[in-house]
């Protein structure tokens, strides 16, 4: 393979739907070999629980027996739970946070371990501008992708001194299966509603999941060598940067 990954293995989780499979054509089309996990193992992705601590330990241990060490990790996977916070129960709190919190904090330590080791690798977490910005009725996803962001940069200051680059890509309202589960429409994401006190888009589109994938793939590559600790937004400027 040539490119500017080659050479280098990456794992990228929530690999079969949406962000997760453009993640993984961006960074194979870019040379690296791709890993990737997902929670059904659809397709040529192996099956993962990032709830399971001990599943995600086997797996990251076996990718690395079997094809390499890890240079890329990029946590995809997440679920979306929307409703009022007053009508949100225990179960689906809980879930959120499982996945979208927990389980980065599972894979990121496994891999992150073995980064260390090494002295070398980079971490990419795909969060949330609703991390950064309140939303009405995704106050769980939203409290989860923050804490999924703050998570990974505490943990690149704690690996800088290892080599190791942890940095979050932060997508608004992308063209992904998970804006529909929310009802909204790109036409609506764009306009924004006042009711709901949403900017909309200044850039007028919503973004596809090519776009925040090329935000991922500059950050793992040697290009963004000097970049960690950092909260990349691929929102169209919605967030306004607040």
């Known amino acids: 393979m040539t490119g500017p990954l080659a050479g280098r293995i990456a794992l990228v989780t929530g690999a079969a739907g949406g962000i997760g499979r453009a993640v993984v054509r961006a960074l194979t089309a870019d040379g690296a070999t791709v890993i990737g996990a997902d929670l059904h193992g659809a397709g040529h992705h192996r099956p993962l629980d990032v709830r399971d601590a001990g599943a995600v330990e086997r797996l990251v241990a076996d990718v690395e027996a079997t094809v390499g060490p890890i240079a890329i990790l990029v946590n995809v996977a997440g679920v979306l739970c929307a409703g009022p916070v007053l009508e949100t129960s225990d ?14 904090f599972h894979v990121s330590r496994a891999v992150g371990r073995r980064m260390a080791a090494r002295r070398t690798g980079v971490i990419v977490t795909v969060g949330s501008n609703a991390a950064g910005v309140p939303r009405m009725h995704l106050a769980a996803y939203a409290a989860a992708k923050a804490a999924a ?94």
């Open 149 to 242: 962001a703050h998570f990974t940069r505490c943990l690149g200051l704690e690996l800088a001194g290892s080599g190791v680059r942890c940095n979050v890509v932060a997508p608004g309202s992308t063209d992904t299966g998970m804006l529909r589960a929310l009802g909204s429409t790109p036409a609506g994401a764009i306009a924004g509603s006042a009711d709901a006190f949403r900017t909309g888009i200044p850039l007028g589109r919503v973004a596809s999941p090519s776009d925040v994938a090329d935000a991922v793939a500059f950050l793992v590559s040697d290009r963004a060598r000097h970049v960690t600790m950092h909260d990349l937004y691929v929102d169209g400027g919605a967030a306004l940067r607040a």
């Open 91 to 104: 179960a689906d709190w809980a879930e959120v946070f499982a996945v979208n919190a927990t389980g980065v």
